[in-house]
């Protein structure tokens, strides 16, 4: 974590000059479940990009492409919603697990 | 006077994927909290220039903790009681500079945003205000029915028997007593030229509203029914659920007001009965203990009272 | 070409704000101000500003709003008094901690329960560490000049501070006296434009205020606060020094007078220093070395250099329009500042330095009380221990 500035370096007025700079805070660390895509089942109807709290599906050219994991604090909304069932909810310690091995 | 548009943004999902996010992930609400929903909702709506600003309250707290803000558009927070007129005034800057030829018109529209607190309670009078003088602005009151922030304490908006912290349930007391204030009818009183209420899992609807509520030339308010799956005690991923249900069961009628005219814009083809509202929640699971039953039936009659007003202002009403 | 017109306070103020035109004013009336917003709201009706006039339901509204147009960058001011001060009081530490640089005029007034329409000094010494700089104005001439100045030191770059022009309400607000009104064009001339630091409606550049502060930033955010308040002094003389030279009138942190060969003096702020100049005069008159000085600028408080002037004398006397209930002997403000001043600045040899409190809720003073004060304080240059340290100037045992 970087040091944090002294009164000299920080804009007055208590103003945050970088608009969106939150992105930078990795509230995927937050997870205890984390959403699995069947694309196969996918239709890219994009419901659960609307539904996102944490506008953590990505979407590319209208396409449902996967989830922003940096962000995703794993509420299961998009599970809940997808109309055809093509997103489940995984246990967070077995999925990470998975993913180093 | 307000350029020509350029062509809105069509209202489908792909369509509306392509503009870049005016909320950034990285906030710091709960998961599965409803209110960023709502604001990304309200902000992807419309297309032209937005300042928003926002009372204290959860939306305000966890989205711009120093150094970092989720905020892609000009925000301002200065209170809680307060945040329609700071909102006022900015506009007023807006027009004034505008006006004197020291700054070009963009069509620049002013949005506040403040919780069922800042905005039923304490900021009633500065919302009250506002909405009389006229100011082109959008106010939108994210209703999750108390104040959450500080620990979900009852507001004036807090449902009947809801179980809150400064109304909970005891040996003597089943929680929320009395009778919830009807923010959007005080608003539709006012006079102003648009007012409606709407919830996001029916985002086209909510998107639909903001669009007429930011071409009128003047003030418009929008209530939303806007879920805390922490203070209304439901699981996270259920969130949008308990929203449809809220509008099913008609506690929370989707319904517009422009220009006096009342217009419901949409009925369940089954009206639940709000049982199907209060199980799920927590927050009443005290109301389905053997004693509680007239709190329900007294519920159900209130919602049935609005229902059957709301359908006579719209011209609706059974003979 | 300045014109000179009978005015009283309220319309001198109401007459800066004209020429000033900024681009929005919010305010709400309050008596002994509601005549500077009724005067303004005439220009406006008849087209002579281009200030959008933002009516508002009450002071703290007024205030927020301020806090919305200056935070979108526009010119802001308002007005108020008393009650109307004490309910935006909350919005004016965010005013001041946003950097926002709002001028606004206070008519002086008692603070409720009971309820009192009069003057005293009770409102705005009750906001007094708000962050706000405040300047006291003796009479209309001096409300209008410090309206037209306080804009200038509140948009120095280095500053970015909102400021507090002060006039006693009913004394000075409604005094009617022969008031120097400068050229429109000299006025403009004098105040330039603004330019916003951070303006919301730079929607290309969006910026968030108002965030959150954990323990771990407020404190630096506060020490930044100190630092503009630290170069406030020397943007006040700069302004005043710029005003002397366009419309030959000098201002300072203070003025005084017939000080510098005095034995004894008062330290007193606002309208009754004019009474007492006029009893200063009368014992002169009689051979007896009396002085004055007058506070102009209150916050920042100009410690060291109000005891530079003060360090000859074998005896001062504050008078306050205000008590701090609660503080010692429940003093008055000006008096528990300076005699801070004197710890931190003063000479080794101790001057006795004593307070009274008089004209709470618009209760006259007179030069013959004033006399008094200056018996009293000759008796405690001889003696050097006062009687009592407060003393209550006026009311009846």
Not at chain 3, 274 to 286: H, N, S
Request: charged fraction near 20%.
């Amino acid at each position: 974590m970087a040091k944090a500035k002294g009164w000299r370096d920080l804009p007055i007025g208590g103003v945050i000059e970088e608009a969106g700079c939150a992105r930078d805070l990795n509230t995927g660390a937050w997870r205890a479940f984390r959403p699995l895509l069947d694309k196969a089942k996918c239709t890219s109807c994009l419901q659960c990009w609307m539904f996102c709290p944490d506008m953590s599906v990505e979407v590319q050219d209208g396409k449902m492409t996967g989830f922003d994991l940096y962000h995703c604090k794993g509420c299961g909304i998009c599970a809940e919603t997808c109309p055809v069932d093509a997103i489940a909810m995984v246990g967070e310690a077995e999925a990470a697990k998975e993913e180093t091995q | 006077m307000a350029t020509q548009a350029a062509t809105p943004t069509r209202l489908i999902l792909k369509d509306l994927s392509k503009k870049p996010e005016r909320l950034s992930p990285g906030h710091r609400m709960c998961p599965g909290c409803a209110a960023p929903i709502v604001v990304k909702q309200v902000l992807s709506a419309i297309d032209d220039p937005v300042i928003a600003f926002c009372a204290t309250g959860c939306l305000e707290v966890a989205t711009t903790i120093f150094p970092q803000t989720a905020w892609n558009v000009p925000f301002m927070h200065s209170a809680f009681e307060n945040a329609a007129a700071t909102c006022s005034g900015a506009e007023a800057a807006y027009r004034s500079l505008v006006r004197q030829g020291k700054l070009d018109e963009k069509n620049v529209r002013f949005v506040a945003f403040g919780g069922d607190g800042g905005t039923y309670d304490i900021g009633l009078q500065s919302l009250s205000g506002a909405m009389e003088r006229g100011h082109r602005m959008l106010y939108v009151c994210y209703d999750n029915g108390a104040y959450m922030n500080t620990g979900i304490q009852r507001s004036s908006a807090t449902p009947l028997g809801a179980n809150t912290t400064t109304s909970p349930v005891g040996k003597v007391r089943p929680g929320r007593q009395g009778v919830r204030k009807d923010l959007t009818a005080i608003m539709a009183a006012h006079g102003i030229p648009y007012v409606a209420q709407a919830s996001p899992h029916n985002w086209r609807d909510l998107m639909q509203k903001v669009r007429k509520a930011v071409a009128v030339d003047g003030p418009a308010f929008i209530n939303v029914l806007t879920s805390c799956n922490r203070g209304w005690r439901h699981e996270a991923a259920k969130t949008i659920e308990i929203q449809k249900i809220a509008v099913d069961s008609c506690y929370w009628p989707l319904y517009e007001v422009e220009e006096g005219r009342y217009k419901i814009n949409y009925r369940p083809k089954q009206k639940l009965p709000v049982t199907d509202f209060l199980r799920p929640q927590g927050r009443f699971s005290h109301l389905f203990r053997p004693g509680n039953e007239a709190i329900v039936e007294e519920f159900q009659r209130r919602v049935d009272a609005k229902w059957e007003h709301l359908l006579k202002m719209a011209g609706e009403a059974q003979a | 070409m300045s014109d000179y017109r009978a005015l009283d306070g309220n319309q001198a103020v109401a007459e800066a704000m004209r020429q000033i035109n900024p681009d929005v004013i919010a305010a709400y009336p309050i008596t002994p101000q509601t005549e500077a917003v009724q005067v303004f709201s005439q220009f406006v009706a008849d087209g002579q500003v281009d200030t959008e006039f933002v009516t508002v339901e009450s002071e703290h509204s007024a205030m927020s709003a301020c806090v919305g147009a200056a935070g979108a960058g526009a010119r802001v001011m308002t007005a108020t008094s008393s009650a109307g001060l004490a309910l935006m009081w909350e919005i004016t530490y965010v005013a001041a901690s946003l950097r926002l640089p709002i001028v606004m005029m206070v008519a002086n007034r008692a603070l409720s329960a009971p309820i009192n329409i009069h003057c005293d000094h009770s409102d705005t010494m009750g906001a007094r560490d708000n962050g706000w700089l405040q300047i006291f104005s003796e009479s209309p001439q001096e409300a209008y000049d410090n309206m037209i100045q306080a804009i200038r030191i509140a948009e120095h770059p280095e500053l970015l501070l909102p400021v507090m022009v002060n006039q006693d309400g009913f004394i000075t607000s409604h005094a009617v006296e022969r008031v120097e009104i400068f050229d429109d064009s000299a006025v403009k001339d004098f105040i330039g434009e603004y330019s916003p630091r951070y303006p919301l409606l730079n929607v290309d550049k969006p910026v968030t205020f108002g965030a959150l502060d954990f323990y771990d930033f407020y404190f630096e955010h506060k020490r930044q606060q100190v630092e503009a308040l630290g170069q406030a002094k020397e943007v006040i003389l700069a302004v005043a020094a710029d005003f002397n030279k366009r419309f030959n009138r000098s201002y300072g942190l203070f003025e005084t007078y017939r000080l510098d060969d005095a034995e004894v003096g008062i330290v007193v702020m606002s309208s009754t220093a004019g009474t007492a100049k006029v009893v200063v005069d009368e014992l002169r008159g009689r051979g007896v070395k009396v002085g004055l000085l007058k506070p102009r600028v209150f916050r920042p408080f100009p410690a060291e250099e109000m005891v530079d002037a003060l360090k000859h004398l074998k005896a001062v006397a504050v008078l306050d329009r205000s008590v701090a209930f609660g503080a010692m002997q429940n003093a008055g403000p000006l008096f528990l500042e300076l005699a801070a001043g004197f710890q931190a600045y003063g000479p080794a040899a101790r001057i006795p330095v004593v307070d009274y409190v008089f004209g709470l809720g618009g209760r006259d003073i007179g030069p013959t009380q004033i006399e008094a004060v200056y018996g009293d304080l000759r008796r405690l240059a001889s003696d050097g221990r006062p009687e009592r340290l407060v003393t209550y100037l006026g009311v009846r045992e």
